[in-house]
């Protein structure tokens, strides 16, 4: 490891960029991580292929033998954003920022880092931004491709889940028809060109709060 660049890129010694994967940073995280250059961390590579934008996409592994991700996560300075490449250890980066949150550690400080679904001028701010929110499912609807979980009414915010992708979520043990009067925590970029929204396409994008 190189450099950190502004936005939590590792810069690598042959000049190549990484990133940490399936993870939001905290500018917490970001100055943390650049407390780590030049310590002997091990580069452990999350998916052979680069990114979109020609990064790595990795973890890094202390001499212990201990994920940097996870001690972020557990220490509330990242949260977890699931994507492909870090699907196996989901799971375990999951509980962790569980234990954050329940601890009330870094972001997860009262009130937390949740947008609400009614703070339309908030998510307005988020757009193209990973973001939580959470809210009550007012309604459950349908088109010929997509699904949708509205939250308050037709100007407010929506969760799009694409057809295609309803097996996983059923395989998830998330039932999409279900979700009406429940109170929910969805993970996932804003995007407000048609109202303020969501897609989702893995079942660890959206969590129940009141089970």
Do not use: N
């Amino acid at each position: 490891m190189q450099a950190i660049a502004p936005r939590g890129e590792i810069v690598l010694a042959d000049g190549r960029r990484a990133r940490l994967g399936g993870l939001w940073l905290s500018p917490e995280a970001v100055a943390a991580l650049a407390e780590l250059e030049g310590l002997p961390l091990q580069l452990a590579m999350l998916d052979r292929r680069p990114d979109r934008w020609g990064r790595l996409v990795v973890d890094l592994v202390d001499r212990d033998g201990q994920s940097v991700a996870l001690d972020f996560i557990l220490r509330g300075l990242a949260l977890v954003r699931p994507e492909t490449e870090t699907r196996p250890c989901e799971a375990q980066r999951l509980q962790a920022e569980d234990a954050a949150r329940a601890a009330g550690e870094g972001v997860w400080v009262s009130p937390g880092p949740a947008l609400k679904a009614a703070d339309l001028a908030g998510l307005t701010r988020a757009d193209g931004r990973f973001a939580l929110v959470e809210g009550v499912v007012r309604r459950v609807g349908g088109a010929r491709t997509k699904d949708y979980l509205d939250f308050a009414g037709r100007e407010g915010f929506s969760v799009v889940i694409r057809k295609k992708a309803e097996a996983q979520f059923r395989r998830g043990g998330v039932d999409l028809r279900a979700l009406a009067g429940q109170r929910v925590l969805v993970r996932g970029v804003v995007d407000v060109r048609f109202g303020p929204r969501i897609e989702i396409a893995d079942p660890l994008m959206i969590e129940l709060l009141d089970r």
